[in-house]
Protein backbone atom coordinates (compact mmCIF):
# COMPACT_ATOMS: atom_id res chain seq x y z
CA UNK A 1 0.00 0.00 0.00
CA UNK A 2 1.27 3.26 -0.89
CA UNK A 3 2.31 5.72 2.04
CA UNK A 4 3.24 9.18 2.43
CA UNK A 5 3.67 9.54 6.15
CA UNK A 6 4.77 13.49 7.84
CA UNK A 7 6.94 13.86 10.71
CA UNK A 8 6.32 15.32 13.41
CA UNK A 9 2.65 15.69 13.56
CA UNK A 10 2.92 18.99 15.02
CA UNK A 11 5.35 21.21 16.76
CA UNK A 12 5.38 24.69 19.13
CA UNK A 13 8.55 26.87 18.45
CA UNK A 14 9.31 30.46 19.65
CA UNK A 15 9.98 32.98 17.11
CA UNK A 16 13.40 32.93 15.40
CA UNK A 17 13.46 29.39 15.65
CA UNK A 18 14.42 27.18 12.91
CA UNK A 19 11.94 24.32 11.68
CA UNK A 20 12.72 21.07 10.47
CA UNK A 21 9.87 18.95 8.65
CA UNK A 22 10.18 15.81 7.88
CA UNK A 23 7.90 13.75 4.55
CA UNK A 24 8.58 10.12 3.64
CA UNK A 25 6.69 8.25 1.35
CA UNK A 26 6.71 4.54 0.05
CA UNK A 27 5.22 5.04 -3.37
CA UNK A 28 5.27 2.33 -5.84
CA UNK A 29 5.62 4.46 -9.13
CA UNK A 30 7.05 8.41 -7.45
CA UNK A 31 6.89 11.08 -10.62
CA UNK A 32 7.08 14.32 -8.09
CA UNK A 33 6.83 15.67 -4.26
CA UNK A 34 5.15 19.07 -3.22
CA UNK A 35 4.85 21.21 -0.27
CA UNK A 36 2.00 23.08 0.78
CA UNK A 37 1.29 25.75 3.39
CA UNK A 38 -2.47 25.46 4.79
CA UNK A 39 -4.06 28.28 7.16
CA UNK A 40 -7.15 28.34 8.12
CA UNK A 41 -8.00 28.12 4.51
CA UNK A 42 -7.51 26.51 1.44
CA UNK A 43 -4.16 24.69 0.88
CA UNK A 44 -1.21 27.11 -0.92
CA UNK A 45 1.54 25.89 -3.01
CA UNK A 46 5.45 25.85 -1.83
CA UNK A 47 7.49 23.77 -3.74
CA UNK A 48 7.50 20.44 -6.01
CA UNK A 49 10.82 18.81 -6.44
CA UNK A 50 11.51 15.67 -8.92
CA UNK A 51 15.02 15.95 -8.45
CA UNK A 52 17.28 14.42 -6.05
CA UNK A 53 19.60 16.24 -3.67
CA UNK A 54 18.82 20.00 -5.55
CA UNK A 55 17.39 22.23 -3.21
CA UNK A 56 14.80 24.31 -3.84
CA UNK A 57 14.60 27.87 -1.60
CA UNK A 58 12.04 30.61 -1.49
CA UNK A 59 12.88 33.11 1.04
CA UNK A 60 12.95 31.50 4.61
CA UNK A 61 12.22 28.39 3.44
CA UNK A 62 13.75 25.86 1.16
CA UNK A 63 13.40 21.74 0.47
CA UNK A 64 15.16 19.42 -0.67
CA UNK A 65 14.25 15.63 -1.76
CA UNK A 66 16.23 12.47 -1.21
CA UNK A 67 14.91 9.84 -3.79
CA UNK A 68 16.98 6.85 -2.36
CA UNK A 69 16.25 7.25 0.87
CA UNK A 70 12.49 8.41 -0.23
CA UNK A 71 12.00 11.59 1.75
CA UNK A 72 11.97 15.12 1.96
CA UNK A 73 12.41 17.76 4.58
CA UNK A 74 11.08 21.49 4.71
CA UNK A 75 13.35 23.87 6.26
CA UNK A 76 11.75 27.15 7.75
CA UNK A 77 14.82 29.28 9.37
CA UNK A 78 14.31 32.58 11.49
CA UNK A 79 10.76 31.44 12.19
CA UNK A 80 7.98 34.07 12.68
CA UNK A 81 4.28 33.65 13.70
CA UNK A 82 2.63 34.16 10.23
CA UNK A 83 4.80 30.83 9.61
CA UNK A 84 2.07 28.88 11.85
CA UNK A 85 -0.07 26.71 9.97
CA UNK A 86 -0.62 23.12 8.72
CA UNK A 87 2.61 21.91 6.05
CA UNK A 88 0.95 19.39 3.93
CA UNK A 89 3.35 17.64 1.28
CA UNK A 90 1.92 15.32 -1.19
CA UNK A 91 3.13 12.97 -3.87
CA UNK A 92 2.30 12.99 -7.81
CA UNK A 93 2.03 9.16 -8.78
CA UNK A 94 3.65 8.42 -12.29
CA UNK A 95 1.74 5.31 -13.23
CA UNK A 96 -1.63 6.97 -13.21
CA UNK A 97 -1.06 10.87 -13.10
CA UNK A 98 -2.91 13.71 -11.66
CA UNK A 99 -3.21 11.51 -8.68
CA UNK A 100 -2.01 13.24 -6.20
CA UNK A 101 -1.28 11.63 -2.36
CA UNK A 102 -0.99 14.04 1.21
CA UNK A 103 0.25 13.25 3.99
CA UNK A 104 -1.54 13.85 7.30
CA UNK A 105 0.35 17.05 7.42
CA UNK A 106 2.59 18.97 10.36
CA UNK A 107 1.03 21.45 12.66
CA UNK A 108 4.02 24.45 13.20
CA UNK A 109 2.84 26.87 16.24
CA UNK A 110 5.35 29.52 16.23
CA UNK A 111 4.74 31.38 19.35
CA UNK A 112 5.67 35.18 20.04
CA UNK B 1 -5.48 33.18 -7.45
CA UNK B 2 -6.55 30.56 -9.63
CA UNK B 3 -10.28 30.89 -10.51
CA UNK B 4 -11.67 28.11 -8.81
CA UNK B 5 -14.88 28.53 -6.76
CA UNK B 6 -17.13 25.70 -4.83
CA UNK B 7 -20.76 26.00 -3.99
CA UNK B 8 -22.31 25.65 -1.74
CA UNK B 9 -19.21 27.07 0.55
CA UNK B 10 -21.43 25.84 3.75
CA UNK B 11 -24.64 23.15 3.90
CA UNK B 12 -26.50 21.54 6.81
CA UNK B 13 -28.36 18.68 5.75
CA UNK B 14 -30.05 15.41 7.38
CA UNK B 15 -29.13 11.99 7.04
CA UNK B 16 -30.41 10.07 4.04
CA UNK B 17 -30.42 13.18 1.87
CA UNK B 18 -28.95 13.59 -1.48
CA UNK B 19 -26.09 15.98 -1.75
CA UNK B 20 -24.29 17.44 -4.69
CA UNK B 21 -21.51 20.10 -3.97
CA UNK B 22 -20.22 21.92 -6.99
CA UNK B 23 -16.62 23.06 -8.65
CA UNK B 24 -16.20 25.51 -11.34
CA UNK B 25 -12.94 26.67 -13.06
CA UNK B 26 -12.13 29.42 -15.32
CA UNK B 27 -8.48 28.12 -15.89
CA UNK B 28 -9.72 25.43 -18.50
CA UNK B 29 -7.31 23.23 -16.88
CA UNK B 30 -7.82 19.20 -17.64
CA UNK B 31 -7.60 17.64 -14.15
CA UNK B 32 -10.12 18.75 -11.65
CA UNK B 33 -10.38 16.58 -8.15
CA UNK B 34 -12.57 16.23 -5.05
CA UNK B 35 -11.01 16.30 -1.31
CA UNK B 36 -11.74 15.90 1.96
CA UNK B 37 -10.00 17.04 5.19
CA UNK B 38 -10.46 15.35 8.26
CA UNK B 39 -8.39 15.95 11.72
CA UNK B 40 -5.42 12.90 11.23
CA UNK B 41 -6.21 12.90 7.80
CA UNK B 42 -4.85 15.74 6.15
CA UNK B 43 -6.30 15.34 2.70
CA UNK B 44 -7.79 12.37 1.13
CA UNK B 45 -8.86 11.80 -2.84
CA UNK B 46 -12.09 11.48 -3.38
CA UNK B 47 -12.68 11.25 -6.86
CA UNK B 48 -10.52 13.02 -9.84
CA UNK B 49 -10.78 13.99 -13.33
CA UNK B 50 -8.99 13.85 -16.23
CA UNK B 51 -10.81 15.45 -18.89
CA UNK B 52 -14.86 15.56 -19.72
CA UNK B 53 -16.59 12.47 -18.68
CA UNK B 54 -13.79 10.62 -17.66
CA UNK B 55 -13.11 9.92 -13.65
CA UNK B 56 -11.50 7.88 -11.15
CA UNK B 57 -11.68 6.62 -7.70
CA UNK B 58 -9.22 7.95 -4.90
CA UNK B 59 -9.09 6.31 -1.87
CA UNK B 60 -12.06 7.28 0.13
CA UNK B 61 -14.61 6.82 -2.82
CA UNK B 62 -17.42 4.78 -1.70
CA UNK B 63 -20.81 6.62 -0.71
CA UNK B 64 -19.73 9.25 -3.18
CA UNK B 65 -20.28 9.93 -7.50
CA UNK B 66 -19.02 12.42 -9.95
CA UNK B 67 -19.59 13.80 -13.39
CA UNK B 68 -18.07 15.98 -15.13
CA UNK B 69 -19.77 17.26 -18.56
CA UNK B 70 -18.12 20.68 -19.65
CA UNK B 71 -14.47 21.42 -18.63
CA UNK B 72 -14.86 23.83 -16.34
CA UNK B 73 -17.23 21.72 -13.78
CA UNK B 74 -16.95 18.75 -11.76
CA UNK B 75 -19.60 17.36 -9.47
CA UNK B 76 -19.39 15.42 -6.25
CA UNK B 77 -22.82 14.17 -4.97
CA UNK B 78 -23.76 12.45 -2.11
CA UNK B 79 -26.27 9.96 -2.70
CA UNK B 80 -27.40 9.57 0.50
CA UNK B 81 -25.32 11.51 2.84
CA UNK B 82 -24.33 9.90 6.29
CA UNK B 83 -23.01 11.58 9.63
CA UNK B 84 -19.65 9.99 8.83
CA UNK B 85 -19.34 12.21 5.52
CA UNK B 86 -19.37 15.39 7.88
CA UNK B 87 -16.46 17.12 6.85
CA UNK B 88 -14.20 19.86 5.00
CA UNK B 89 -14.76 19.20 1.02
CA UNK B 90 -11.90 20.95 -1.27
CA UNK B 91 -12.05 20.86 -5.15
CA UNK B 92 -8.38 21.14 -6.58
CA UNK B 93 -7.42 21.78 -10.30
CA UNK B 94 -3.85 20.76 -12.03
CA UNK B 95 -2.73 20.95 -15.28
CA UNK B 96 0.41 19.34 -17.30
CA UNK B 97 2.20 20.85 -19.78
CA UNK B 98 4.39 19.70 -22.60
CA UNK B 99 5.08 16.38 -20.07
CA UNK B 100 5.95 18.80 -16.99
CA UNK B 101 3.77 18.29 -13.88
CA UNK B 102 2.57 21.44 -12.26
CA UNK B 103 0.80 22.13 -8.70
CA UNK B 104 -2.38 22.11 -7.60
CA UNK B 105 -4.32 24.44 -6.86
CA UNK B 106 -7.61 25.05 -4.53
CA UNK B 107 -10.74 25.74 -4.14
CA UNK B 108 -11.63 28.12 -1.06
CA UNK B 109 -13.55 24.39 0.20
CA UNK B 110 -16.91 23.54 1.64
CA UNK B 111 -17.80 22.95 5.23
CA UNK B 112 -20.64 19.89 5.18
CA UNK B 113 -22.40 19.16 7.96
CA UNK B 114 -24.22 15.99 8.26
CA UNK B 115 -26.98 15.62 10.93
Known amino acids: EDKVVQSPLSLVVHEGDTVTLNCSYEVTNFRSLLWYKQEKKAPTFLFMLTSSGIEKKSGRLSSILDKKELFSILNITATQTGDSAVYLC????????????FGAGTQVVVTP | DAGITQSPRHKVTETGTPVTLRCHQT?????MYWYRQDPGHGLRLIHY???????DKGEVSDGYSVSRSKTEDFLLTLESATSSQTSVYFC??????????????FGPGTRLTVL
Open chain 2, 27 to 31: ENHRY
Open chain 2, 49 to 55: SYGVKDT
Open chain 2, 92 to 105: AISERMAGEDNEQF
Open chain 1, 90 to 101: AVIHSDSWGKFQ
